[in-house]
Nanobody, 124 residues
Framework: QVQLVESGGGLVQAGGSLRLSCAGS????????MGWFRQAPGKEREFVAA????????YYSDSVKGRFTISRDDAQSTLYLQMRSLKPEDTAVYYC?????????????????WGQGSQVTVSS
């Protein structure tokens, strides 16, 4: 089982930037497709971004496309999410997870077990 710990969240003004990190351990990180999800208060968890096992293919939700960039460093077993031009509606707890990629618009977490996540708060 891949164990994941998110970090890097915080409070930022609208238009600002943050970079989230997700440190992996356990079963081999580098052969897994990985992704980011987020959950805002009172809302369901939603997909944000994903990368295939090699990092060659990346996928984004429409709401973050062009503003967020997902990347991975397999040598460090770390997944990143660079977030730019942040908006108040990006406020949420962000989670990383191993994913299953069935297609560009069909990406799912491979289990229902989630870590503690990292809180991102964007003030207007």
């Amino acid at each position: 089982q891949v164990q994941l710990v998110e970090s890097g969240g915080g409070l930022v003004q609208a238009g600002g930037s943050l970079r989230l990190s997700c440190a992996g351990s356990g079963r081999t990180f580098k052969f897994n497709a990985m992704g980011w999800f987020r959950q805002a208060p009172g809302k369901e968890r939603e997909f944000v971004a994903a990368t295939n096992w090699s990092g060659d293919d990346t996928y984004y939700s429409d709401s973050v496309k062009g503003r967020f960039t997902i990347s991975r460093d397999d040598a460090q077993s770390t997944l990143y999410l660079q977030m730019r031009s942040l908006k108040p509606e990006d406020t949420a707890v962000y989670y990383c997870h191993r994913v299953l990629i069935f297609g560009p618009t069909n990406i799912r977490a491979d289990s229902d077990s989630w870590g503690q996540g990292s809180q991102v708060t964007v003030s207007s």
